[in-house]
């Protein structure tokens, strides 16, 4: 880039003027050596519980268990017995293999319940 700077007042612009040479641009050709994108997707498992086929995924599964069971005690102290509707909404959480349609705990015993699979993480 070049500025021409000639005498000049105060009250006029400086011209610009810009010497380029014009370059076209270069398609993208991807090579083998083109680093892989890490892709987010549910991991199938290879370490099943005892007594489950492979190929499941891990998650986890809400229940009323002991921590569901103190709430609704404890509510209904406070609000009678409204207070059992807690077990509507289980507060216990536990670590659940689905495969073939069917939930196992962690020690491969049958199980159900609502299954939320693990976060989806980044595989490299």
């Known amino acids: 880039m070049t500025i021409k700077s000639e005498e000049r007042k105060e009250d006029e612009e400086a011209e610009i003027v810009v010497d380029a040479t014009p370059v076209a641009p270069t398609p993208y050709v991807p090579t083998s050596e083109t680093p892989a994108v890490a892709?987010?997707?549910?991991?199938?498992?290879?370490?099943?519980?005892?007594?489950?086929?492979?190929?499941?995924?891990?998650?986890?599964?809400?229940?009323?268990?002991?921590?569901?069971t103190m709430i609704a005690l404890i509510g209904c102290l406070c609000v009678g017995p409204f207070a059992c509707l807690?077990?509507?909404?289980?507060q216990d959480e536990m670590d659940a293999y689905a495969v073939n349609g069917r939930l196992y705990d962690a020690q491969g015993n049958l199980t159900e319940g609502g299954f939320v699979p693990e976060r989806n993480r980044m595989n490299r």
């Open 39 to 68: 892709v987010a997707t549910t991991k199938k498992s290879s370490n099943p519980p005892p007594r489950c086929a492979e190929g499941g995924i891990w998650g986890k599964v809400s229940y009323a268990g002991n921590t569901t």
């Open 86 to 90: 807690i077990c509507c909404c289980p």
